[in-house]
């Protein structure tokens, strides 16, 4: 039986390569291997939805060192261009060139496998180099068969990202799965979801949030403001429940997902100080883990909602089962209200009170500050 892939953000460094390769030995009759590492040049001229700020710097030779690494283990590095527009340049023949030029140096360097976000994009490489192959990225937010099919048209498309709020819509995944197979191809389309999202549920902030991000390129002198930050970590400190409703998976319920035709999972959070991506990868691959969630959802770095949070995790067993069979439509929050499910299980989430208060505070200040920017303005 093919077995399930897990994606890990790459952090560059050599020596961690062969500590993969002995995980995957280790967990061998688990199901589930470790096989392709995503990153992106740092500093680049191409977005990555994330705040280059917070990204290792990474140059070509370090990222052909490391690429080489991976191949004696058999592995694959995943270059992220998941940039949502180019300014309209995409369709400029000096864009497109600017971005095929650039997809060329690492095509050259032995890179086969591309994350983008923007189709249009997608298109080209596809049509400049037959040979690689793309992922559509999450930030798409494919939730629907027309997006799907549309994005699969394209031809080096063979893995696409399940919109994160459709998570826990296990009809609505299935259905996904049965159109993925049938489109017409070699190797078919495979379905892929984030592992540890920390994202809210039917977030009103997430496509621009993510479009501002793609704009903060080398030579940008606009800093990321924290607005949209702000809020979103408001808005989970303000209830317990908020956590729960998390579209984060537990390892143990990876099964469930493999039944519904998901094979690949991907480990967020490159860009926080501190992670573990080894040992968070040993968690899932475990499909089973005793302790705090957090840990697993902030991959075990200084990310502050450690500090706040504790989730016994084996207390929530059987939550996703739950969902599954009440048939709730869990993907926005229209029906939180009457279905009640996460309500039962707050138990399994302890709260720090002080550190609770110590963040609301502070990031209430930066959420007030555009207001405050608004204010002075004078015309």
Same mark, same amino acid.
């Given at each position: 039986?093919?077995?399930?892939?897990i994606?890990v953000?790459?952090?560059f460094?050599v020596?961690?390569?062969r500590e993969?390769?002995?995980l995957n030995q /280790?967990?061998?009759?688990?199901?589930?291997?470790v096989?392709?590492f995503?990153?992106s040049?740092?500093p680049?001229?191409?977005g990555?939805t994330k705040n280059?700020?917070?990204l290792?710097q990474v %140059?070509f030779?370090e990222?052909?060192?490391?690429?080489?690494e991976?191949? /004696? =283990?058999g592995?694959?590095?995943?270059?992220?261009?998941?940039?949502?527009c =180019?300014?309209?340049r995409?369709?400029?023949?000096?864009g497109t /060139?600017?971005?095929?030029?650039y997809?060329?140096?690492l095509?050259? @360097?032995g890179i086969?496998?591309f994350?983008v976000?923007?189709?249009v994009?997608?298109?080209? @490489?596809s049509?400049t180099f037959?040979e690689?192959?793309?992922?559509?990225?999450?930030?798409?937010?494919?939730g629907?068969?027309? /997006?799907?099919?549309?994005?699969? %048209?394209?031809?080096?498309?063979d893995?696409?990202?399940?919109?994160e709020? @459709?998570?826990r819509? *296990?009809?609505?995944?299935?259905?996904?799965?049965k159109?993925?197979?049938q489109i017409?191809?070699?190797t078919?389309v495979e379905?892929?979801?984030?592992l540890n999202? *920390?994202c809210l549920?039917d977030c009103? =902030?997430k #496509?621009n949030?993510?479009?501002?991000?793609?704009h903060?390129?080398?030579g940008?002198?606009?800093?990321?403001?924290?607005y949209?930050?702000?809020w979103?970590s408001l808005q989970k400190?303000?209830h317990?429940?908020?956590?729960l409703r998390?579209?984060? #998976?537990r390892?143990?319920e990876l099964r469930?997902f493999?039944h519904?035709?998901?094979t690949?999972?991907k480990?967020a %959070? +490159?860009?926080?100080? %501190?992670?573990?991506?080894?040992?968070?990868?040993e968690g899932?691959?475990?499909r089973s =883990?005793k302790g705090?969630?957090?840990?697993?959802l902030? #991959?075990?770095?200084?990310n *502050? *909602?450690?500090?706040?949070?504790?989730i016994?995790?084996k207390?929530?067993?059987?939550?996703?089962e739950?969902i599954i069979e009440?048939g #709730?439509?869990?993907?926005d929050?229209?029906?939180?209200?009457?279905?009640?499910?996460?309500e039962?299980?707050?138990?399994a989430v302890?709260?720090?009170e002080? +550190?609770l208060?110590?963040?609301?505070a502070?990031?209430q200040k930066?959420?007030d500050?555009?207001?405050?920017?608004?204010k002075?303005i004078?015309?």
């Open positions: 039986m093919k077995k399930s892939v994606l953000p790459a952090d460094r020596e961690s390569v993969y390769a002995v /280790k967990y061998e009759a688990s199901g589930l291997a096989s392709e995503y990153g040049l740092n680049s001229p191409f990555v280059p700020k917070n290792k %140059g030779g990222l052909a060192a490391y690429n080489a991976l191949k /004696k =283990y592995f694959e590095f995943n270059y992220i261009l998941n940039f949502l =180019y300014g309209g995409e369709f400029s023949l000096e /060139k600017s971005i095929l030029a997809v060329k140096k095509y050259d @360097m086969r496998r994350t976000a923007n189709p994009i997608a298109k080209a @490489m049509i037959p690689i192959r793309i992922s559509i990225s999450i930030v798409q937010n494919t629907t068969k027309l /997006k799907l099919r549309t994005y699969a %048209g394209i031809r080096a498309v893995r696409v990202y399940v919109s709020d @459709m998570i819509d *296990f009809n609505a995944i299935r259905a996904l799965r159109e993925a197979q017409p191809g070699e078919g379905l892929a979801v984030l999202s *920390f549920i009103p =902030y #496509v949030h993510a479009n501002v991000d793609g903060l390129v080398e940008s002198t606009q800093d990321m403001p924290h949209f930050y702000a979103c400190l303000s317990p429940r908020e956590i998390l579209q984060a #998976v390892p143990e469930l493999e519904a035709g998901v690949a999972f480990l %959070g +490159r860009e926080l100080p %501190g992670a573990d991506f080894l040992r968070t990868a899932y691959m475990s =883990y705090n969630l957090m840990d697993l902030a #991959v075990y770095s200084d *502050f *909602f450690r500090e706040i949070y504790h016994d995790n207390a929530l067993a059987g939550r996703l739950e009440s #709730v439509r869990c993907r929050h229209s029906n939180c209200e009457s279905c009640g499910i996460c039962k299980y707050l138990s302890t709260v720090n002080e +550190r208060s110590h963040y609301r502070m990031f930066s959420y500050q555009y207001a405050e920017q608004v002075a004078t015309l």
